[in-house]
């Protein structure tokens, strides 16, 4: 393919950049830049009542997060009626479209005799062919294409295969809007053509779409530009994605805690495969995307296996950049847990100085800002109900006589105190568990930590012996 491929990703603003969106998005991305080609970012706001500023930046903000970017400015729908309502007029010129002066009473009463006969509920081509000096008073006329009415409208689709609709069942559809307004099925069609739209890549909900817009296009003599149409994304018990299944906006995905490169990838593979690989970089996402590996059948949504996927590109992730990620989502995250943004340069430190311990059982940023508790709490430390648990009188009287042994440390670091800790339990024939258990309850408050001597040389000399004596360890 030569580097004249152009796709585009059209989402309406009437909400948050859903997580099917972004999987669209995603392939749009990815299939021209395999090609070597351009993705255009067009606006589809021509749905005046329902389109807000508020939803396009969230459009924007979560593109940008996922690090999808667009060529060009972005492209307003509506801002570009005028043309629309140009190509409605060339149509009503060549005789392939007409006005028609159907009054909305006559149109309920046509839906009413169809549902009553069982028909589909079709526009019955009254003004096709009347004259429009047989018009009623005072009524604003649509205008409509004249489809044709014989043969099939195809599509090959590069996903779905031939696609073919018989004319007979698809009726004269609305171009331009009593008050002179163009629909969306016409703008996208002009607005395809006008970007030089070489291949459309959406969701198979649209499918239908595909047909009315290949009859637009050929009235208006313009080659359609190739059409894929991918399944939708279900839940893991097969239903439609919805909320309940984590049909959420990519924001609330970031403010979960997942990081961009492990959610690109998570998508990716809904509905894409290359053999048996899961994960991908960037460079071999693009590399190997095409649209034959696409299913027919819908992907399904699975949580757990997104949180794994993002464990794991934590673990690969290099400490700073954690730190770095942490801090973007504080803003969300960060009030509950009592951690202003930025982040103190002290804490920071602290943080990417524990970051190797933190990261290796953590599955999102939430995971590891709860584990990194211990560098933020306040003394004397709140102990969770394990930690108490593990800090009875006698686990108390053992930390208390192994304090010495720890103030007496001429350094300290995880090597140090470890070899402190160590020796202190062989002298009094401990297993190791019986003392190390107890220490991290009283350093860290929980059951469950990084290795504690980590914790022992992030939290620093002052810091470990003021909580070991918080504790009654003195």
């Not at 313009?222 to 399944?231: C, E, G, K």
């Not at 994304?233 to 906006?249: E, F, Q, V, Y």
Request: charged fraction near 25%.
């Amino acid at each position: 393919m030569s580097s004249a491929v152009v796709t585009r990703f059209a989402p309406s603003p009437t909400g948050y950049l859903h997580i099917g969106g972004a999987r669209t998005a995603l392939f749009n991305w990815l299939y021209a830049r395999r090609f070597g080609g351009r993705m255009l970012l067009r606006i589809e706001d021509t749905d005046r009542e329902r389109s807000t500023q508020g939803a396009i930046d969230a459009i924007l903000d979560g593109m940008r997060w996922l690090g999808l970017d667009w060529d060009g400015d972005v492209i307003f729908q509506y801002a570009r009626a005028e043309r629309h309502r140009e190509a409605a007029m060339s149509l009503l010129a060549s005789g392939n479209a007409y006005r028609c002066y159907a009054t909305p009473d006559e149109l309920t009463a046509m839906r009413e005799a169809a549902r009553a006969e069982g028909r589909p509920l079709r526009y019955d081509g009254r003004w096709r062919d009347r004259d429009p000096s047989e018009a009623p008073a005072g009524v604003k006329p649509v205008i409509r294409l004249r489809a044709p009415t014989t043969g099939e409208t195809v599509v090959e689709d590069g996903v779905q295969g031939r696609v073919v609709w018989q004319n007979k069942d698809l009726d004269d559809l609305v171009l331009l809007r009593s008050d002179g307004n163009p629909t969306y099925m016409l703008a996208v069609v002009v607005d395809d053509h006008d970007m030089g739209v070489t291949q459309v890549i959406r969701g198979d909900d649209h499918l239908t779409n595909a047909a009315r817009q290949r009859q637009i296009s050929d009235a208006l003599g313009w080659a359609a530009p190739a059409m894929a149409h991918i399944p939708l994304i279900h839940g893991a018990d097969g239903a439609k994605l919805s909320k309940r299944h984590g049909a959420l906006g990519v924001d609330a995905y970031r403010d979960l805690g997942y990081l961009p490169s492990a959610l690109r990838n998570y998508l990716v593979r809904l509905g894409w495969s290359h053999g048996d690989q899961e994960v991908f970089s960037t460079e071999e996402m693009i590399a190997a995307f095409d649209l034959k590996a696409i299913g027919r059948s819908p992907a399904r949504f699975d949580f757990a296996k997104l949180e794994n996927l993002n464990g794991l590109y934590i673990r690969g992730a290099a400490d700073a950049d954690l730190v770095r990620a942490i801090e973007d989502v504080l803003p969300a995250l960060g009030p509950a847990r009592g951690i202003a943004a930025p982040l103190a340069p002290e804490l920071r430190e602290k943080l990417t100085a524990a970051m190797p311990g933190l990261k290796e059982r953590a599955k999102t940023l939430v995971d590891l800002l709860d584990s990194a508790y211990y560098l933020t709490a306040a003394r004397p430390l709140a102990l969770d109900e394990k930690a108490k648990g593990l800090l009875g009188d006698e686990a108390r009287a053992r930390l208390a006589a192994l304090l010495p042994a720890l103030e007496a440390l001429p350094d300290w670091n995880a090597a140090t105190t470890e070899a402190a800790v160590r020796h202190f339990a062989e002298a009094n024939a401990l297993k190791l568990g019986l003392i190390a258990q107890p220490l991290r309850a009283a350093l860290t408050g929980r059951a469950t930590s990084p290795p504690v001597f980590d914790v022992m040389a992030v939290l620093g000399r002052e810091e470990c012996l003021g909580r070991l004596r918080d504790q009654g360890a003195a």
